[in-house]
C-alpha cells in the first residue's frame, strides 16, 4: 500500500495567516492527489483534485500544487469556516489511502 | 442536491456481522461507484471498498475475507457487511459517492458518518 504522510498533524493560526500543509508519497504517484476539508460530525469535503484542481464551489483562497511524491495545500487567507482537518488522499493504486489528516485549529 | 444517509445498528457484538445500509438521494445513481471509507478512533481514513450497478465489488485486500458489498438500484441504496467484528472495527463509517475526472478517483459526496462500537 502507498503510505500517505502529512506535516504538520496540526498547526494553530490566525484568520488572515496564510497556512501550508504537506502531503508525501511514499512513492510516486504522478498528481493522482486529492485533498479534503472535514469538520466534525460532518463527511469530508472535497477541494481539490488531481493535486492542483480545485473542485467546483470550493473558494479560490485554497490552492494545491506538486507532482510525484511532495505535494502542499495551501490557504491564501485563513477564514473562520476553514479550522478543521485536511485530509490527504491518493488514487494512483488500489487501495485508496489517506494521510493522517492536518488539524487547523485557531490562535 | 445530493444526499448520502448512513443507517445501522451502533453497536455490534464481537465475533457477529456489522452491517450497514446508506440511502442515496442522487440523480444518475448508476452511474458512480459506490464506496465505503472508515476511521477508526485516532487513526487515518480506511477506503474499505466499493460497488457499481452490476453488483460488482473492490475490496480493500486487508479485508477482503470478511466484506460483502451489495446494491439495489431500485432503491438507490447499497450495503456493507463485515463478518466476524472485532475492537479493530470500531469506528466511524461513511459512505461516499465515487468517480473519475480525467483519470483521477474523487469523492465527491459523503454521508456524515455513522459511529459502530464493537463490543460486549
Known amino acids: 500500500d502507498i503510505q500517505m504522510t502529512q506535516s504538520p498533524s496540526s498547526l494553530s493560526a490566525s484568520v488572515g495567516d496564510i497556512v501550508t500543509i504537506t502531503c508525501r508519497a511514499s512513492?510516486?504517484?504522478?498528481?493522482?492527489l486529492n485533498w479534503y476539508q472535514h469538520r466534525p460530525g460532518k463527511g469530508p469535503n472535497l477541494l481539490i483534485y488531481g493535486a492542483s484542481t480545485l473542485h467546483r464551489g470550493v473558494p479560490s483562497r485554497f490552492s494545491g500544487s506538486g507532482s510525484g511524491t511532495e505535494f502542499t495545500l495551501t490557504i491564501s487567507s485563513l477564514q473562520p469556516e476553514d479550522f478543521a482537518t485536511y485530509y490527504c488522499q491518493q488514487s494512483y493504486s488500489t487501495p485508496v489511502t489517506f494521510g493522517l489528516g492536518t488539524k487547523v485549529e485557531i490562535k | 442536491q445530493v444526499q448520502l444517509q448512513e443507517s445501522g445498528p451502533g453497536l455490534v457484538k464481537p465475533s457477529e456481522t456489522l452491517s450497514l445500509t446508506c440511502a442515496a438521494s442522487?440523480?444518475?445513481?448508476?452511474?458512480?461507484?459506490w464506496t465505503w471509507i472508515r476511521q477508526p478512533p485516532g487513526k487515518a481514513l480506511e477506503w474499505i471498498g466499493f460497488v457499481y450497478k452490476t453488483g460488482n465489488a473492490n475490496y480493500n485486500p486487508s479485508l477482503q475475507s470478511r466484506v460483502a458489498m451489495s446494491i439495489d438500484t431500485s432503491k438507490n441504496q447499497f450495503s456493507l457487511n463485515l463478518s466476524s467484528a472485532t475492537s479493530a472495527d470500531t469506528a466511524v463509517y461513511y459512505c461516499?459517492?465515487?468517480?473519475?475526472?480525467?483519470?483521477?478517483?474523487?469523492?465527491?459526496?459523503w454521508g456524515q458518518g455513522a459511529l459502530v462500537t464493537v463490543s460486549s
Open positions: 442522487t440523480d444518475s445513481f448508476n452511474t458512480y461507484y
Open positions: 461516499a459517492r465515487a468517480h473519475t475526472i480525467f483519470g483521477v478517483v474523487i469523492y465527491d459526496h
Open positions: 512513492q510516486s504517484i504522478a498528481t493522482y
